[in-house]
């Protein structure tokens, strides 16, 4: 079977749908204009009987659009490519093509980019035979030409690669490394090398040369890096690397972008020589950089996974971007990120830390000085979440821990996350001089781990709020949570702090204060350590010791209520029996004072309590009236006393009409002092 095309040219008319009418055909060198006679190629017909004849430009169409030579239809013909100008009978130009050959052009820059040879794997190409040919092969005839290797080496099975064999050293050449001739440039010998094509900016590490599970394929890493750092590609880590020392990509900060095949593989440690704190993998002073997919297992060899820092002091915005990367077997610091302002987590993973870690691992240390720094659904297994930032951000996830350490003020923006009271003690602590400014936790879970565990331990900014989230509890017994703290910032205002009861277990923290069963409500909220169970100023306390012969003339006398049965945020000063508010509020106080030692002449009696130096409430009687045993009585009294922070109150009695007989009795806790504030 034969496919007929017709031999025979035919130009149309582009404008009138018909031949093009005596039309002209002008031939020249490729993307030079033929209509210049310097310019022109020789141009041949090609008669009945295949002969070529030379024929002069511009050459001439029939009526019918066709090229004809002595009256016969005619084929043309010229060598190699060439430029074609045809024209109208006016001279006008019809049509114009800078550069063909049958139609197509072919480009002299791309003539040898054609495959020459498959071999084997390097070290076959290194011995020059060829899967397709029986004999050595002569570099020299394959200069500029592309070859493949099938794989990398004959031990892996993987890679598989194309090179351009060139004569010229590229650098970066391969090293013989545990029988894997590791590298992205292969010396071939005699002069010649294989140069590694580099495709779409990227290379897979797999192709330079890669040994099985458990090798240390640094050397490959390393020359891949080399070879993009120029032109800022991708470096795509192997499936297995055992490195017995750090991966260190310091050199190389152009590169855009490391990835790898997905959690399990990457950078698993090998028993090596590390010093204190030495990373697996650093790559550090970056910039709109990206880490994806590929994990870090430091096997319990090294005290740091992943070092990102930006070591020149507090950096710009670097911008760069993590996301799919796992960190586990981590002795001291998951990831250490100093310095490194907006740049998100996302969907990074840190945990099972080493066997010998220490007591209370960070999982991530980051520091953004005053910028800000983003957690998406990242999970912190056993390690805490360390940041120094002015705005900390986390959508979902699992933290065990967070540690708020900027100097001036951090705010926390918690939703839908859970954070554990983890291996720190309290869900979110702050240290040193760090203030944390407001905390907002809608569909917040905080997690207290054992029994004694802060919610929250930490010194909080002026005006700062405290809203939103769900507190559980998951240890047994007594279900409270010791030593937290919410101290407000000196000079300024303490944090405000909403709490509404839902179950047993816990409490909510709140953004709406519209709820009926809300537990308290204050602007001004302080807790300074205790059970915060019961840390909503509640106190009582007895009189400790009977206070004799004190008044029945008329003398008014301060009560002290010297022993303490509860205190819990020490409100109540038993050495001078004065309650001072500690949070804005309304103190529902109580009392009963029994006196003894009265006379028929004793028949008014009066118990005052005392608001800031003045009286706010006083029950009066006649003791004698109801005097409950020889010359003994007990007058109970109670009020709602509205209270700012720093107001005092304490209990003051009187009995008048007879002489200083009277004592103030200590019998059987018959004389106490009781408060809370709601």
């Not at 970056?286 to 950096?315: M, P, S, Y």
């Not at 939103?468 to 007594?478: E, K, M, Q, R, Y």
């Not at 309650?579 to 309304?586: L, M, P």
């Not at 118990?607 to 007990?634: C, E, H, L, M």
Request: hydrophobic share 40%; net charge negative.
């Amino acid at each position: 079977m034969a496919i007929i095309n017709f031999p025979v040219m035919y130009i149309p008319d582009p404008t009138r749908g018909r031949p093009l009418y005596n039309g002209q055909i002008l031939v020249g060198e490729p993307d030079l204009d033929p209509a210049v006679p310097a310019n022109q190629k020789q141009l041949r017909v090609m008669q009945e009987d295949g002969t070529l004849v030379n024929v002069t430009q511009p050459f001439l169409l029939s009526a019918g659009g066709v090229p004809v030579y002595a009256g016969s239809y005619v084929r043309l013909d010229v060598d190699g490519n060439f430029s074609l100008k045809i024209l109208d009978s006016t001279g006008s130009q019809v049509y114009y093509i800078e550069n063909a050959y049958e139609g197509q052009p072919i480009l002299v820059e791309d003539l040898p980019q054609y495959v020459a040879a498959e071999f084997a794997d390097v070290a076959n190409m290194k011995t020059a035979t060829a899967l397709n040919f029986a004999n050595t092969v002569d570099w020299a005839d394959y200069l500029g030409r592309e070859v493949t290797t099938v794989v990398n080496n004959s031990t892996s099975g993987k890679g598989g690669a194309s090179y351009k064999i060139v004569n010229v050293d590229p650098s970066n050449l391969s090293t013989l490394v545990g029988g894997v001739w590791q590298g992205v440039n292969h010396d071939l010998g005699g002069g010649f090398y294989a140069e590694l094509v580099i495709k779409d900016a990227e290379i897979d590490v797999e192709t330079c040369g890669v040994a099985e599970a458990n090798a240390d394929n640094s050397t490959a890493i390393l020359s891949a890096a080399a070879a993009l750092n120029p032109i800022r590609g991708v470096l795509k880590l192997p499936a297995y690397l055992a490195p017995t020392a750090p991966l260190d990509l310091n050199a190389y900060p152009s590169i855009r972008k490391i990835e790898g095949h997905g959690q399990g593989t990457g950078l698993i440690c090998a028993a090596g020589t590390y010093a204190a704190m030495t990373p697996v993998l650093k790559w550090q002073n970056i910039a709109g950089r990206k880490l994806h997919n590929f994990e870090v297992n430091c096997n319990n060899q090294t005290d740091v996974g992943i070092n990102t820092d930006w070591t020149g002091g507090a950096g710009p915005s670097l911008s760069n971007n993590y996301n799919y990367v796992w960190v586990s077997g981590y002795k001291n610091t998951g990831w250490k990120a100093l310095n490194n302002n907006d740049c998100p987590f996302d969907h990074v993973v840190v945990r099972q830390k080493g066997a010998s870690a220490i007591a209370d691992p960070i999982a991530i240390d980051i520091n953004a000085a005053g910028g800000f720094v983003g957690l998406t659904n990242c999970i912190l297994a056993d390690g805490k979440l360390k940041f120094a930032a002015q705005n900390l951000v986390v959508n979902g996830g699992f933290q065990w821990g967070i540690e708020a350490g900027y100097s001036s003020f951090n705010d926390v923006i918690l939703s839908g996350a859970y954070v554990y009271s983890g291996n720190q003690g309290a869900c979110i602590k702050g240290t040193g001089s760090a203030y944390i400014g407001c905390l907002v936790a809608p569909s917040c879970h905080w997690i207290v781990e054992n029994d004694g565990d802060a919610l929250i331990d930490g010194t909080f900014d002026t005006g700062a709020e405290i809203t939103g989230g769900h507190i559980a509890f998951t240890h047994a017994g007594t279900k409270n949570i010791y030593g937290a703290s919410l101290d407000g910032r000196a000079g300024g205002r303490n944090p405000k702090i909403k709490i509404r009861k839902t179950t047993a277990d816990g409490a909510v923290l709140n953004e709406s204060a519209a709820s009926s069963n809300v537990l308290f409500e204050y602007d001004n909220f302080y807790i300074g350590g205790g059970n915060l169970a019961n840390q909503i100023t509640s106190f009582r306390a007895n009189l400790d010791a009977a206070q004799s012969n004190v008044t029945g003339d008329g003398t008014l006398v301060t009560v002290i209520f010297g022993s303490e049965e509860y205190n819990y945020n020490g409100s109540y000063n038993s050495s001078t029996g004065i309650f001072t508010a500690k949070q804005k509020g309304v103190l529902s106080a109580k009392c009963a004072i029994q006196v003894s030692g009265m006379d028929a002449a004793h028949t008014s009696m009066e118990v005052k309590f005392i608001r800031n130096g003045g009286d706010y409430d006083t029950i009066s009687i006649n003791p004698w009236a109801v005097k409950i045993g020889a010359g003994t009585t007990q007058v109970p009294a109670s009020c709602d006393i509205p209270v700012e922070i720093g107001d005092t109150v304490l209990v003051r009695v009187v009995v008048s009409g007879g002489t200083k007989t009277v004592d103030i009795s200590n019998t059987v806790r018959d004389t106490w002092f009781t408060g809370f504030i709601v």
